[in-house]
Every structure is written in structure tokens, then in C-alpha cells.
């Protein structure tokens, strides 16, 4: 049965994906968010529920983000709707805001800093996530609005991509395909994927878990 509901789902997905980014001209500009993000605090609850932070710079003074994907039970959200919907849609604008303004906090005219770089740990993805056309829908939809934003991205770690998260980043190729493309994707081994990222990215800026120091502590956390 939830083979079946997959499967409708990917299909119903995969025309909608599509209309989705043959009406989004590719944009390069910087995104304009709303002004009024910079002081709006989200409730605490999502604060908890989905979190993300700024764990600190690799060489280049490009800023590390990390956003614990797997941990967030959007369709719990979707399905509430009203308000809540609108608060995490707020949410998400939010982070994506703060991804995009931390690459300046580095920069200088002489060693200008153009990008940043995104962790997405998609651990314990669930196909109670992707099981839902609504959920789906609404993360197809927000990816269509930060997609502008990832050509900011130098690239994206996935971590911990399981059949389910792979399952999921299908769903949003035909939107972040380019980010997609230029990204490394890693399964749940975590033996054979933190070499490979220590080796793009400093060891003393990361958490223990993602192959870093035990005294780490991240620039910033929000959640
Ligand atoms: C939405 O967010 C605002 C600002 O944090 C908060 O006051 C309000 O209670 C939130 N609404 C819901 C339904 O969580």
C-alpha cells in the first residue's frame, strides 16, 4: 500500500515538478526577501523542530551551514495548515535569507567571498515525508522560490541519503537540478562519506558527527 501511494505520488510529482521549473526562468540575481525577516522570531516550537546553524568558514571565508533535514516533519506543519503553514513558510524563507547574508560576513575587498556551503542531513528521512502530495507540493514550491539562491552555494553535501532521501531528491531535480548536479551526495555511511568531505572542508569547523573535533562549537544556531 505505501509502495502504491509512493509511486502515485512520484507520478502526480513528477508532472507538476515539471510545470514548476518550465515556468521558472533561471534568475542569478540575489534573492529579495522580505525585509521585515531580519527581526521576526518564529515561534519556539519551530525553532526546535527544524533546526539549522551556521557551524563556521572553510578556507576561503565561505560560510558552513548545516540544516538538519531529516529531522523535519514538514507534513506535520502542511497538514495543520493555516497559520502554522505560513509561519513555516516564513521559517524556511528565514534561514535561506541568513544563508544568503552570512557570505558577506567574511568578505573583504580583497578576497571577496561570492558563496556559501550547505550541509543537508537528510538522516532518518521517513516516506511519511514523500507519502504526502501536499507536503510534497509545499517543498517543491519553496524550492522553487530559494532555487535563485543556490547559484550562492559553491556546492551542497548530502548526508546520509537513504532510499527514501533519494527517493526525495528525484522529486526536486527537476527544480535544483543545477544545484544537484554540482553537489555531493553520500549515503548513511558515515565511515566512507567523512573522509571525502574532511578533505573540502576544514575539520575544526565542523561537529564531531560530521567528522570534526569534540570541542566544536558552531558559529551560530538557530533551532
Ligand atoms: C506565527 O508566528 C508568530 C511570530 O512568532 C507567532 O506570534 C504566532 O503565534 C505564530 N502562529 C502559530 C499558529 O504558531
Known amino acids: 500500500m ?60 565561505r560560510p558552513i551551514w548545516v540544516v538538519e533535514f531529516g529531522k523535519w516533519n514538514l ?20 534561514a535561506f535569507w541568513r544563508l544568503q547574508r552570512s557570505i558577506d560576513l567574511r568578505s573583504t575587498p580583497e578576497f571577496p567571498v561570492t558563496d556559501g556551503i550547505g550541509i ?24 522553487r522560490e530559494i532555487e535563485p539562491t543556490t547559484p550562492h552555494m559553491d556546492k551542497g553535501f548530502f548526508l546520509n541519503v537513504n532510499f527514501v532521501a533519494q527517493t526525495f531528491l528525484n522529486f526536486l531535480k527537476p527544480v535544483l537540478g543545477a544545484f544537484l548536479a554540482k553537489s555531493e551526495i553520500y549515503g548513511t555511511n558515515r565511515a566512507r562519506w567523512i573522509p571525502d568531505m574532511l578533505k573540502k572542508l576544514p575539520r575544526d569547523q565542523l561537529p564531531e558527527w560530521y567528522g570534526g573535533y569534540k570541542d566544536f562549537r558552531p558559529v551560530a544556531v538557530y533551532g
Not at 18 to 36: E, I, L, M, Q, T
Request: with cysteine.
Open 75 to 94: 507534513r506535520k506543519v502542511v497538514e495543520q495548515g493555516g497559520e502554522s503553514l505560513h509561519n513555516l513558510s516564513r521559517y524556511i524563507d528565514q
Open 120 to 143: 543537508f542531513d537528510l538522516e532518518n528521512y521517513d516516506v511519511f515525508q514523500i507519502a504526502s502530495v501536499p507536503t510534497l507540493q509545499f517543498i517543491i514550491q519553496k524550492a
Open 2 to 61: 505505501e509502495k502504491f501511494i509512493l509511486i502515485s505520488c512520484v507520478l502526480f510529482l513528477w508532472s507538476t515538478s515539471s510545470c514548476v521549473s518550465g515556468n521558472s526562468p533561471h534568475k542569478r540575481a540575489v534573492v529579495k526577501f522580505d525585509n521585515a525577516l531580519d527581526k521576526w522570531v518564529p515561534p519556539m516550537d519551530l525553532q526546535l523542530r527544524f533546526p539549522y546553524y551556521l557551524t563556521g568558514y572553510d578556507d576561503e571565508n
